[in-house]
């Protein structure tokens, strides 16, 4: 790689930006503002300072540079396509299906990203692991990692600065964009982090503190860095969030959002790049216009269009379940026993509308930061002491980073601690495989004395909270989507925990929620329906509209069981369809047999048999970014899919 002067960096890092912004623009979302933050670091360090070939990115003795702050991979991208690894244009294909530029960084899709990332305070532990490979090889690359200053809450980053020093490894050196604000807000404010210098100095690092915005600091920080000997390198970077943006400058708010074309258009004139922004946007539209036609081709036909909202009849509306969870903890939230604990993630998941506009909850809602694990405990001495801890953040995270801590320390302890699972399956979409939670009910269902929510819509995600919260003695996981779903119960559809609900479809109506009757299971009684599907979660309307289309198509009578709670699952519901339907297909929004392998333990240990038994779910595999139902739709989820089972099963 030829070496660009400081002049030349100053003009490339514009470019840089543009491109990148334009690319955010075309995907519709991604991390604007920590991308713009680091983009001055990156491209010292693939422009100048780092050993690699873009025509040979495995080169043994390449230098090697990990994206700990995963979300950040927009400005990662554009590294490599500035620098040849990629034709730069092909960037506005940035977090959509099947492109190598997912949501955040994976090694297996893109030549030149060392390490899949997007779960924080992890790279500095691979990048420790492949210092010392490098030093066991006797090797001279490099390693290099970028982290956020909100990241330095996650504890194993502490792990892998204190594993560094230790091993006196001169060949890695951590870049700490500090940008000073995170997702809730000021880091100082989320969980003050101290003296960054001093804490990393305190363990043996050689410290360089710089404006990581000053190109020539930056350039001169790595060279001084391949001068130190027995001793890691800290470089400390003091950068403006939003960089070169002046309406994002600065503001939390542009932390996971893209700009729209008014916003684009005043960005780039800002930055002073001028860019065929049409023509790079079309490259975007005909390939979402190319994958579009891939899914759509793979979707079971039918003699009409039984999408959600397609059809004059049958109108869904749709909700976040999300706001279910956060209506019900601002009706409770006056408990005194009730305490929230926030990891920075809290107006995603809606965890802040506890406190929202009560100050007089403020006192009870504890930020975390970025620090699972310790959250998870910490709630547990909360529930020690009588209170009731609700602990929220990201599913991946909640029941899949922290499954140490809810196992011993929540579960063995039986502990009253509420804990939320957020963003559950592939329909979070864009973010990719990193946010989907495709494992977390075989982890969380497999824990004894915890208790399993996965309501269907944002009513029952309010009941169920309500029920975790206020009746159920002892550890709670509840699991809940993203995205809008549809609204298929009312204040007055029958919850009780432990007993699942039957519904049946009785005739298209104006209303799609007017279409079906439902009943607690306990006082069903049997239609001598062809075949049930058991379903959880944003599935439950899914099988719905498969109920619909399988009646309206081939005239086959359906027995809909919503599932909302796991565990305990109720095993006399689905003992009694096993018995009476000759069909049962179980469908979730998770990996296969989350649910299914539950259901079909249950039957089998009834001593019921059912003629023919399938699942659907998501086939063993990692998600993908792409758009929410696009992605239901990719992995077989939606109802075309199920209904396309069960008419294959009945022999249609």
Not at 164 to 192: C, E, P, T
Request: proline letters at 4%; glycine letters at 10%.
């Amino acid at each position: 790689m030829k070496k660009l002067s400081i002049p030349e960096l100053e003009n490339a890092v514009k470019e840089m930006r543009a491109y990148m912004l334009v690319a955010l623009h075309a995907a519709g979302s991604g991390h604007t503002g920590g991308s713009l933050s680091c983009m001055d670091l990156v491209a010292a360090a693939y422009l100048n300072v780092m050993k690699h070939d873009p025509k040979n990115p495995q080169m043994e003795d390449r230098d090697r540079f990990l994206f700990s702050a995963g979300h950040k991979a927009p400005a990662l991208y554009t590294a490599l396509g500035y620098s040849g690894y990629f034709d730069i244009k092909d960037l506005m294909k940035l977090r959509k299906l099947e492109s190598p530029y997912q949501g955040h960084p994976h090694r297996l899709k893109l030549e030149g990203v060392e390490a899949s990332t997007g779960s924080l305070g992890q790279g500095l532990s691979i990048a420790v692991g492949m210092a010392l490979a490098g030093r066991l090889d006797k090797k001279d690359h490099r390693v290099y990692c970028l982290m956020g200053d909100g990241e330095q809450q996650e504890g194993q980053v502490w792990e892998a600065v204190m594993e560094a020093a230790h091993y006196k490894l001169d060949n890695l050196v951590a870049i700490v964009d500090i940008n000073r604000l995170q997702i809730d807000g000021k880091v100082s404010d989320v969980m003050d982090l101290g003296e960054l210098k001093a804490k990393y100095e305190s363990f043996g690092w050689n410290v360089i503190e710089i404006d990581g915005h000053n190109m020539q600091q930056i350039v001169d920080a790595y060279e001084k860095a391949k001068t130190v000997k027995e001793k890691p390198t800290a470089i400390l970077a003091n950068t403006v969030k939003g960089k070169s943006v002046s309406f994002m400058e600065n503001e939390a708010g542009w932390h996971g959002k893209a700009p729209n074309r008014e916003q684009l258009d005043q960005a780039l004139k800002e930055i002073g790049v001028e860019l065929p922004v049409d023509d790079l946007l079309k490259i975007a539209q005909d390939y979402q216009t190319k994958m579009d036609k891939k899914v759509e081709g793979n979707l079971p036909k039918f003699s009409k269009n039984y999408w959600w909202n397609e059809q004059d009849n049958m109108k869904a509306e749709m909700r976040p379940t999300r706001k279910g969870f956060g209506e019900c903890l601002a009706e409770v939230g006056d408990d005194p026993r009730i305490v929230c604990l926030g990891a920075d993630i809290s107006g995603s998941i809606c965890i802040d509308m506890f406190h929202k506009d009560k100050k007089h909850r403020n006192d009870r809602f504890l930020s975390m930061g970025i620090a699972e694990q310790s959250g998870t405990a910490v709630a547990a001495g909360l529930a020690k002491e009588g209170k009731i801890p609700i602990f929220g953040t990201y599913a991946v995270f909640s029941a899949g980073r922290a499954l140490d801590q809810i196992r011993t320390t929540v579960c063995y302890g039986n502990y009253n601690v509420k804990i939320t699972g957020a963003h559950g399956g592939v329909s979070v979409g864009p973010d990719g495989a990193t946010h989907q939670a495709l494992e977390d009910i075989f982890q969380m269902c497999g824990l004894p004395n915890m208790n399993v929510f996965v309501p269907c819509d944002s009513i029952e995600t309010k009941k169920a909270s309500n029920t975790m919260i206020l009746d159920i003695e002892g550890p709670c996981y509840i699991r809940y989507a993203r995205e809008s779903t549809p609204i298929v119960t009312t204040e007055s559809t029958p919850y009780k925990f432990g007993t699942a609900n039957v519904i049946r479809y009785r005739g298209a109506k104006e209303n799609f929620i007017d279409a079906f009757e439902t009943k607690l299971a306990s006082d069903y009684k049997s239609e001598n329906e062809d075949l049930t599907i058991v379903a959880c979660g944003p599935e439950v309307p899914e099988a719905m509209r498969a109920a619909w289309i399988l009646k309206e198509e081939f005239g086959i009578e359906t027995r809909i069981i919503n599932m909302h709670t796991l565990k305990p699952l109720d095993n006399d519901t689905l003992a009694k369809a096993g018995k009476e339907t000759k069909i049962v297909i179980t469908a979730e929004e998770h990996q296969k047999g989350g649910l299914g392998n539950r259901v079909a333990a249950a039957l089998l240990e009834a001593g019921v048999a059912p003629e023919k038994f399938a699942m659907i779910g998501v086939p063993d595999r990692f998600g993908e970014s792409g758009g929410s139902w696009e992605l239901v739709k990719y992995f077989g989820l939606s109802a075309e899919f199920i209904a396309q089972k069960g008419k294959e099963l009945a022999g249609k």
